[in-house]
């Protein structure tokens, strides 16, 4: 007997990616429903060959339900995730709502699975930010072997992490430069997003961090050590899937570019692209529908003690949402957490 499986969030960007994640990896799924808010009943996705419609979220009864792949917001997630979990139904969230909450354990398969078993106390789990879920597991073989003190890292993060309406600017604004007299005023960012990078992705907090920023550094202690000092510059580029990142590290050992390029090419869910050449080195083009974290321009930093740089480029929308979504599932299915026969 397979599972049965709801998708919250089926008609976004994520929430379809989810249902290509399941299809393609052959989750054994024995029905899949995809649930939307109630503007959107009837509402077609696609399911490999399949087509399906949504139905609404507000009278569906989780009963009976094994996964809820959640992927719409998180005003919506703090009002459902609890009552879904209530049913016996495990929630694995992808906005933001619960990833800082101590009874919820927040998890990248490849770096902490042991944590998964943490989830029975509310019945929720967390998917981590887009940017921190590809970090991590780019970061989790160096700090398994060397010990990682500091992260200073910038990311370049495409459009797409700011949903369809975002893609749809910087589309509509690139169209109008080649249109004389032409404009599109910005609407989902503060300014042009065409042509142009924008240092400022979600609100400013007091410290002058922003809270995208604060992410990522609060969420890699969670996820990986506590004692790892973070700083990160969160920048949305005009890229429409894939995020970029400059990752530099400070490392209690010793570790060599080349020992690292070798624990990278051996570690789970990484591919490695580092040929010291022009174009020897991944771009969010071609990691765009990848399932890997490919990680590039694998080099010693002299300026510190133990110091390495990375550059690390994931697929958003599959590694940084859908894809560690299913994984999370496919973890538990492994460990038999459910008390549920495949």
């Known amino acids: 007997m397979g599972y049965k499986v709801a ?9 379809r990616e989810m249902l290509n994640v399941l299809h393609e990896r052959r989750f054994p799924a024995d029905e899949v429903i995809p649930l939307a808010s109630r503007r959107s009943i009837g509402t077609e996705v696609s399911f490999g060959d399949k087509t399906l419609k949504c139905r609404d979220l507000d009278s569906f009864d989780f009963t009976g339900v094994d996964f809820c792949l959640m992927s719409a917001g998180s005003s ?4 459902w995730a609890p009552r879904i979990g209530q049913k016996g139904c495990v929630v694995i969230d992808n906005s933001s709502c619960w990833r800082y909450d101590q009874d919820v354990p927040l998890i990248v398969p490849e770096v902490n699975p042991e944590a998964i078993a943490g989830y029975t106390k509310k019945n929720i789990i967390a998917n981590p930010n887009c940017s921190t879920a590809q970090m991590v597991v780019a970061l989790k073989p160096i700090h398994d072997a060397a010990t990682i003190k500091r992260i200073v890292v910038s990311t370049y993060q495409s459009v797409s992490g700011a949903g369809k ?13 080649y249109v004389p007299g032409t ?4 609407k989902k960012f503060t300014k042009e997003i065409a042509f142009n990078c924008i240092p400022h992705i ?4 007091e410290d002058g961090y922003t809270k995208e920023e604060w992410k990522m550094m609060a969420e890699t202690k969670k996820i990986m050590d506590t004692r790892i000092k973070v700083t990160a510059t969160c920048v949305r580029v005009p890229v429409f899937v894939g995020h970029s990142e400059a990752v530099n590290l400070e490392l209690e050992k010793p570790l060599s570019a080349e020992e690292a ?3 990278l090419r051996n570690a789970p869910g ?14 969010p083009v071609e990691c765009a529908g990848e399932f890997d974290t490919y990680v590039s321009r694998i080099r010693e930093d002299a300026t510190v ?9 994931s697929d958003n929308l599959l590694k940084g949402a859908a894809l560690n979504t299913i994984q999370i599932a496919e973890e538990m299915i492994t460990r038999n957490m459910l008390n549920k026969a495949a």
């Open 165 to 177: 309406e975002a893609m749809d600017e910087l589309w509509q604004q690139t169209k109008a430069k």
């Open 183 to 186: 404009e599109v005023a910005p």
């Open 7 to 15: 998708v919250v969030g089926a008609t976004g960007n994520v929430g």
């Open 76 to 79: 919506v997630s703090k009002e």
């Open 270 to 283: 990484i591919a490695v692209v580092d040929k010291r050449e022009p174009g020897g080195y991944a771009t």
């Open 305 to 313: 003690e133990n110091g390495l740089v990375l550059w690390i480029v």
């Open 261 to 263: 390029r070798e624990l």
């Open 202 to 205: 979600d609100v400013f907090m």
